[in-house]
């Protein structure tokens, strides 16, 4: 290719390093600080809850090293690369992570953790934080967009191949790089991009690497560059790019159109259940069924779920889990719990609810099937049909194109501050979770540090 041109990554470079926090949109700006308050919950959840956490917090504090940025709930200080690794794990254990239905990515896992890292190491401000996190999302984002299905489809999990390249533009960001060293962050971060969905098909509690890695790969990235590093600037669209390897077709546009004017932080959704994505427009579905009228588990004949392909490869062939991390990619296993017992919590998850003999019995009367229509809409649309036929005669038939929680559906304040509570009432008094929900949102920015929010979480440490 013809190098004096700018490449694809030169032009994000030279969009994101001259960003300022004051030219960016108040409902951007707050709808980063949804996703730091919902990112920080569920890393919470995640240090209890995640089957990895012990394994991963265990390996970190156990190789040591420069104490630059803390592990949260932990509180033990590592070298930032370590600390944003470990938080990026725990954010992913529980599945109620933010994510991204057009890229099928989860964005604050990948960036998040790398931004907090960098922020204590570097003393950086609130408003630099906040603005690190819009920029790795928007990189992140816009290249997952650009390159699925045909990525997904071919094996690869957005969240590690993305997240990676969208850390490395958030740290990039944070650490104040030129356009030419940003450049090279965000090749160096496509470098590194790794992560399978065959995590899915056995013991798929491993999955939170993934994100894990690439949080890590982007603290990495930004720190060697600053060091002198270089990179390919033909990163994406070089003779042996990224774009090649990992993609039939992609779209140019979706990467670098409307720098500026669409953020892709807008078009993330919230999650309400802690399982697969693909699960929840069925649970939304299975809700409304227990409303209607002559709803009754006993009477129940046989449920039909009619769903996209992706849907049933990722989550519909676990019909008995045998363990939680199973369950949690079991689309029979939250349907009948749902239908159950009207919710889907970390409750639900427990071994002797896994276990539960009633809810077997829903499971078999599960059917699922693909549907060509919802096929032909995906990503667009992520959408299920339920029919659940009574043995008296009676039946229910829903159709919804996407769940609760996107930004066509979006939750409002109260709603999510109710997930934030439900989430941390377990686990944390009622002041960690209105100190936390106060520094995170409610507060100016300009009267939030990052140590603020350090020292809330010493403070209540369990």
Known sequence: MDLNSETIAEKLATFYSSLKYDAIDNTVISKARFSLIDFLATLCVGYKKGDLTPVI???????????????????????????????GVMSHAV??????RFGTAHPAVSVIPAVLAIAERNSKSFQDILLAIIVGYDIMLRIARAINPSHLRRGFHSTGTCGSIGAAGACASLMKLNSTDMTYAISLGGLQSAGLQEMLHEHPAVKPIQPGKSASAGVLAADLVKL???SPRSIFEGKHGWLKAMTDNFSLDDIISDLGFRWEIMFTYTKLYPTC???HPVLDLGLEARKAPGFSIDNIKVINIYTYDIAISEVGNIFYPKNF?????????AFARVLRDGKVTLQSYRTEQIHDENIKKIIAKIRIH?????????????GARIRIDYENGGSFNKHTTMPRGEPEKPLTTEELYAKIENLLGTYYPEPFITQLWDLCVNKKTDRVSYADIVELFGKYSL
Do not use: W
């Open 95 to 100: 599945e109620l992570d933010d994510g991204h």
């Open 228 to 230: 002198g590093a270089k």
């Open 277 to 279: 994505r693909h699960c």
């Open 325 to 333: 991390d199973e369950a949690m990619f079991s689309m029979p296993y």
């Open 57 to 87: 917090n265990g390996y970190v504090l156990g190789i040591g090293g420069t104490p630059e940025s803390t592990i949260l709930c932990v509180q033990k200080k590592v070298p930032a690369i370590h600390a944003a690794f470990s938080m």
């Open 370 to 382: 693909p549907d060509e229509r919802m096929n032909s809409l995906y990503p667009r649309e992520r």
